[in-house]
């Protein structure tokens, strides 16, 4: 068999592999929390009587064992289905399908603007050790690291929307707006501030991390040598510097497709924002357990697939491992 | 390269400015025909479907029932023209009116009724008929329900139930439902928001505006909604209610959305399953009634609710079902002390906590974890009942663990909602036995003579029969809930909300159990006054 699809076929019995331990870990874990689904479903103190909710449990399956559970979920995925949501009333799919588009569209606008601006700030910032412009953007990184992004988010909102007027103050298209009559910059103007929010968890991280790469690449010996032949830094910086550092940068990109995924739920709160974060938030609040598994799987299909992208680009970036990989 | 660098962020910079531009204005200018509300999540997601437990809060936007609710919590006619009621209880017969439309145009049958009620039945959702054995069309022009058991507060559970038209009741009909009540969907982003219109075929009061718009706003983040400008009515919570809005006014609803603890009534004892039920402290009638008539409410509202509240003296207050007699003042420390004092209750040790044969007078109470004004109200009631020397103690824990051990640590419980069923939950000895898990009665309260009277009352044949009743099981002039304490209430919820200056909310019907929504029940009536 050709190594490639031998590579394929392994990678996809991993991602199963992943996919089952997810679940079954998200199950138990949905399971053993104190919430009662009926409860959240019914209101915990309506004057519904137990023969009402012992019929809710029945219809929703709810009186069953756990692993019965688990094995009707599990059959009913293997045929398309799966399941209802208790928390919307909608079919999980449904839900997932319209809510992970829009989560996309936050979720890829954050990623570039960290990555980018990431990137480029990360680069001034080496290139100008000591510098004020230097000290000024460490300061940035380290506050915004350690801040809450709800926290950023919600100053953002207080600033820009509530203040300034300048953004919406949520959601993604105008309000009472038909959205027949809805533009694309209007789409994107309610794009701006959840994006920025978003971005900022993962801002730093860039920017330090490609920051401390350059300064190294700076004090390596071909640098030096480059130095010695009258090169000037910008030049050496395109030269040497960028594509050293270029594919530790885009790994630690793509790695960071989790903390996205767990940012937007944040984010998504603050700003009324249709995405799966919000459903997530709203589907554990209530133990709505067929929504959680499915968003839980659709996470972690979301990971994988980052993590997948930075491996395969690692290795055309880096000659080494590509070479290496071969002469096996 | 640097020259590169400040080109881009220029070029980045004017973008943005372009683009915020260009998007313009959003709705600064309110015009009068048209509103928009933030009240909660729940109305924009989507399922507008009375079979699955929309709307049985009493305010569904789309639908009409059979009965309605007026603004004294009374039944009326809506849908159905008279209604009877057999000698037996067991038999309702409702005339429907001919000349009601759907929003499609469709005329409302009598078949749309027994279909509604049938679907609900079997929906496993919130809407509870187990009491409804079947539903038929007589005389072509009227329906009959006939129950299991005679269940004086079904007119309650038909009031609550919009009809669904039989002919348009598809899959998709959560989002898009077809009703007799005054507005329908023009358009819904779920999650986000509802934006409806006046429905032409409505019979009832028109509203004055041509559209109103829903949004979900997080709680946190509403205030600052509001401060925005561009809401005519935000929802908050009582934590901000002292805040000021340029251009609005806050406003707080009356409900009947009470707090209190439920006291045992039995000494402690361990049940079949092992559990413990039972309190050994509050089971003395000397400490449950001095509590009650010791405590200060104003104060604890004052500590835990940032004033926000109204006191409470019953577990009905505000309902008309509710019986002030015999009324009692709270705030009469002495008076307590007295009475503990006299049933043997004495603080022989200084320690100011007063004791009886070796029993401290103290018990652990709970407030639940996803709500903090709970906890807050069991930490403020014990630091009211310090002073008559009994000691509180509070802890807060998940609402599972609360409801498991609630027959023998009080928790803080909240309840009110349209039906007198409540009653019978409250004060009924069916709840009481030792096994018996449930947050009905968890007070584990018995007396005969009120048992009496609620047994009457579910088999009464009449709304104001039956309210008679509830009201002599509170007190028949001898006896009664109201003076055997068998709970503490503490205070009614204020419903708090920034309301756009001129905009009249009409007559608020009392607010029941639940968050904010329930201000929207009589949107039709609502106007701009000139400003």
Redesign the interface.
Known sequence: MKPILKHMIKTLFRMILLLIGVSILTFILVISS???PI?A????????????RD??A???GLNKSPVERYLTWVTNLLHGDMGMSI????PVMQILI??FLASLTLMSVAWLLSGVLGF?LGV?SGAMEGSAFDKGVKIFCFVLSSTPSFWIG?LL??LF??QL????????????K??SEVTF??R??HL?LPAFTLSITGISNMVLHTRQKIIDVLNTDYVLFAKARGENK?TI??RHGLRNIAFPAITLQFASFSELFGGSVLAE??????GLG??LS?AGRKGDLPLLLGIALCSAIFVFVGNLIANLLYGIFNPQIREGGESR | MLKKIRLLMILLIVTISLVTGCAGNEGKNIIKDSLTISIGSEIVDGNYNPCNGYGTYGYDLFHTSLLKINTDLMIECDLATDYQVSDDGMIYTFTIRDDVKFSDGHRLRPEDVVFTYNTAKNSGSSVDLTMMEKAEVIDANKVQFTLHKPYSPFTRTVALLGIVPEHAYKEAYPSNPIGTGPFKVKQLDIGQQLIVEPNEYYYGNQSQFKQITFLSIDEETALAAAKSGQLDLVMVNPEYAKETVKGMNMQAIKTSDNRGFNLPCIPETVNAAGEIVGNNVTSDPAVRKALNIGISRREIIDHALNGIGTPSWGRFDGMPWANKEPGFRDGQVEEAKALLEEAGWVDTDGDGIREKNGLKCEFRVTGRTDDLQRYNLAVALSESAKALGINIIPEAHDWETCKQIVRNVPTCIGTGDYSFIDVYNAFHSSYVGVDVVSLSNSAMYSNPKVDGYLDAMIAATSENEAIELCKKAQYDGDTGANVDFPYIWIVNIDHTYFVRDGLDLGIQRIHPHGHGAPVIQNITTWTFTDR
Request: proline share 6%; glycine share 6%; net charge negative.
């Open positions: 104190p919430i009662d409860d479903y019914l209101g915990a103190e309506t004057n519904v009587s137990q023969e009402q019929n809710v029945e219809h929703w928390t919307y009333q909608m319209t809510r480029i001034l919600l909102l207080m929307s509530v007027g300048w953004f919406p103050i949520g959601f993604s298209v105008p309000i009472g038909l959205s910059l209007e994107v103007h701006i910008w910086i395109k709160n603050i700003f009324s924002y249709p919000s459903a709203a």
